[in-house]
T-cell receptor, first 112, second 111 residues
Framework: DADVTQTPRNRITKTGKRIMLECSQT?????MYWYRQDPGLGLRLIYY???????NKGEISDGYSVSRQAQAKFSLSLESAIPNQTALYFC???????????FGSGTRLTVV | KQEVTQIPAALSVPEGENLVLNCSFT??????LQWFRQDPGKGLTSLLL?????REQTSGRLNASLDKSSGRSTLYIAASQPGDSATYLC??????????FGSGTRLLVRP
């Protein structure tokens, strides 16, 4: 099994719908992150969590919310999806600054 | 605000060539720098992690250097192969523990 699992892998949804992207990790790390990637751009941070009681906004949090249900689970929600939220979404985890980040395989979201 | 820039945006080389990818960052107050590889439509694979106290890291044909004071890192790929074709992303962990990415260099190694 992958260290970081994202579901679904692909999703097409309509404008105005609520959608949840899920992430789970088996590495036992406290830190988890949600990133978004648009074509030709690097990854931009949406939200991050350093433990189950700590949730922080990243640089592009508007229109998104998150839930840290457990150390291993971190979900991203789009309350009312809009077309410019069409992107590739990545979840990641890290242990601490001495180690790198491990990324999931991504969720390709299309809002029509 | 930390900004990470990667040059060039795209690179095409013949197989066997040695090449250098560049990454620069605006704030030298970083904890570490990481190089990733991304294949089209896929996730990110970590290649090398350099702590702020280190000058370089090596893994096989890859060598990454870090000059924190000048805000620069380079990824050196020796004897390039078609299988090296991918997008290479540079990212720094900034002073607030967030990973900030550059927009990547798209590499094509021609057989």
């Amino acid at each position: 099994d992958a260290d970081v699992t994202q579901t679904p892998r692909n999703r097409i949804t309509k404008t105005g719908k609520r959608i949840m992207l899920e992430c789970s990790q088996t590495k036992g790390h406290d830190r988890m992150y949600w990133y978004r990637q648009d074509p030709g751009l690097g990854l931009r941070l949406i939200y991050y969590s350093f433990d189950v009681k700590d949730i922080n906004k990243g640089e592009i949090s508007d229109g998104y919310s998150v839930s840290r249900q457990a150390q291993a689970k971190f979900s991203l929600s789009l309350e009312s999806a809009i077309p410019n939220q069409t992107a590739l979404y990545f979840c990641a985890t890290s242990e601490d600054l001495n180690y790198g980040y491990t990324f999931g395989s991504g969720t390709r979201l299309t809002v029509v | 605000k930390q900004e990470v820039t990667q040059i060039p945006a795209a690179l095409s080389v013949p197989e066997g060539e040695n090449l250098v990818l560049n990454c620069s960052f605006t704030d030298s107050a970083i904890y570490n720098l990481q190089w990733f590889r991304q294949d089209p439509g896929k996730g990110l694979t970590s290649l090398l992690l350099i702590q702020s106290s280190q000058r370089e890291q090596t893994s096989g044909r890859l060598n990454a250097s870090l000059d924190k004071s000048s805000g620069r890192s380079t990824l050196y790929i020796a004897a390039s192969q078609p299988g090296d074709s991918a997008t290479y992303l540079c990212a720094v962990t900034d002073s607030s523990y967030k990973l900030i990415f550059g927009s990547g260099t798209r590499l094509l190694v021609r057989p």
